[in-house]
């Protein structure tokens, strides 16, 4: 199960030194104050800056940055349920098509007994 996290920009994430961090990432450096983390278990899998997340998903510019990381778990929650009921959909279509190919072979073979 996924969880969020503000980072304190002090911590290491996956072993990895906060300085070492922001040398490899100038997007991070640029952004410090405004960076959660998405983890899963004790494992970091995902870095986010909260402005572009307020941008691509529309939330409002006045949400502190652990609303906007709590606002972007229930979102990618509710993205994720919606993927899982249209895998389902998908399931059934193709069960559909199966017994639809069955009844078809089943006409064909009546037809040909039928000549």
């Known amino acids: 199960m996924l969880r969020v ?10 072993g990895v030194e906060a300085e070492v961090i922001f040398a490899n990432r100038k997007d991070l450096a640029n952004a410090r104050g405004d960076i959660f983390l998405v983890k899963q278990g004790e494992q970091v899998v995902q870095i986010e800056v909260g402005a572009i997340i307020k941008c691509n998903y529309g939330f409002d510019a006045n949400l502190s940055i652990q609303e906007v990381a709590e606002q972007y778990l229930a979102k990618r929650e509710e993205e994720e349920a919606k993927a899982q009921e249209e ?6 279509m193709q069960e559909q098509i199966a017994m639809l190919s069955y009844q078809v072979m089943m006409l064909e073979a009546n037809v040909e007994e039928g000549e």
């Open 87 to 92: 895998q389902m959909t998908v399931e059934e």
């Open 5 to 14: 996290e503000v980072w304190d920009e002090a911590s290491p994430i996956n």
